[in-house]
């Protein structure tokens, strides 16, 4: 029986398996362009509104605690569930690895498309999960990176998620070095290469 190397939403958002300028690829316009007479921040203004919506709707129904913040970090719309006066969000919402923040942001995506009729790029955050992981993965980037640079040699790192893995792509990109994703889903893994 082969392995399935079926292809998900979160993956195709990683445009490449060899890191190259995001933007070249994105047939979205850039921030502050026009876009069918809105601009680009308020196209993501728009998908942080109906995200919100989403949210507190279903944290409503849910009666989960929570409050919505809402922000654009770079190219897409950023959805943060906090902390509120009157509790603690669940950590239940981000689950084992984060699989459950996972499902939470396809389906709040899936909100946005169903209300714009556009594709949603937006990222989700739930009780600072995501950030708290970007920060661990870039120490680990730079690690791997001063390795590689000082060996000369390609370095394979652990199995990521699609997420975890475009926060290290970023990362060896900025320090002027190339790298790749090899494997197949949950496998899946970043190699960094030497210059």
Known sequence: MSENTTTTTAELEETTDTVVDTDSEETTPAAGTETSGRTRRQILER???VAADFLETLLDICDLDGDIDVDIDGDRAA???VDSEDGRVPRRLVGANGQVLDALQELTRLAVQSATGERSRLMLDVAGHRA???ATLVELAKEAIAEVKESG???????MTAFERKVVHDEVLAAGLASESEGAEPRRFVVILPA
């Open 47 to 49: 998908e942080g509104e």
């Open 79 to 81: 959805v943060s569930v």
């Open 132 to 134: 708290e992981r970007r």
């Open 153 to 159: 040699e390609r370095k394979p790192l652990s199995p």
